[in-house]
């Protein structure tokens, strides 16, 4: 069965401190791993997709990388409105690279 | 681009009315929508997957004859939850995918919700 873990489930920053959110998965044949961010209230909005082991995205100071069993999403000098949750979130074979299997998300507090 | 729109963006109704939530693709043409139900500090949990003109594939435990989906066309789907009760008083998103990209990766994009009360 495909899984994916998020850790930590909450996380607070000082506005500055740079820190990584974690999502481990165990999927039968990955076709792509995705980043969302959503707001209280809000449907998730799209931030990368990562197909293959090695690869890197950058937005602003959001950087996405993945490996064969993880990705990690790297916040550099995060400010109060990065403060949100991050959903991680898998395309597999095993449910016919259409739908996404979610992570439990990581809330993260960034204080000014 | 990649825009989604949901409406209304909140509904309270009485229990037994039945409510009807669109869910439309803005700027491009959506070849799959998804339709999703998130409880207080939960994920996404994925209700039904729907491609113009064929009937959706819901999800095990979800029940067909409550959450209605028609899909339309390639920019419109709409979920009407019937009779309406309430335990299904709940936050409803919807996405939609479009084939992209050399690896063809379906990227979903989703609507800002809707949030339904049912008293």
């Known amino acids: 069965e495909d899984q994916v873990t998020q850790s930590p489930e909450a996380l607070r920053l000082q506005e500055g401190e740079s820190s990584s959110l974690n999502c481990s998965y165990t999927?039968?044949?990955?076709?792509?791993l995705f980043w969302y961010r959503q707001d209280p209230g809000k449907g998730p909005e799209f931030l990368f997709t990562l197909y293959s082991a090695g690869e890197e995205k950058e937005k602003e100071r959001l950087k996405a990388t993945l490996t064969k069993k993880e990705s990690f999403l790297h916040i550099t000098a995060p400010k109060p409105e990065d403060s949100a949750t991050y959903l991680c979130a898998v395309q597999a074979r095993s449910t016919g690279f259409q739908k996404l299997v979610f992570g439990t998300g990581t809330r993260l507090l960034v204080s000014p | 681009g990649a825009v989604v729109s949901q409406h209304p963006s909140r509904v309270i109704c009485k229990s037994g009315t039945s409510v009807k939530i669109e869910c439309r693709s803005l700027d491009f043409q959506a070849t799959t929508m998804f339709w999703y139900r998130q409880f207080p500090k939960k994920s996404l949990m994925l209700m039904a997957t729907?491609?113009?003109?064929?009937?959706?594939?819901?999800e095990q435990g979800v029940e067909k004859d409550k959450f209605l989906i028609n899909h339309a066309s390639l920019t419109l789907s709409t979920l009407t939850v019937t009779s309406a009760q309430p335990e299904d008083s709940s936050f409803y998103i919807c996405s939609a995918s479009f084939l992209a990209g050399v690896l063809g990766t379906d990227t979903q994009y989703f609507g800002p919700g809707t949030r339904l009360t049912v008293l």
């Open positions: 999927v039968s044949g990955l076709r792509g």
């Open positions: 729907s491609n113009e003109g064929s009937k959706a594939t819901y």
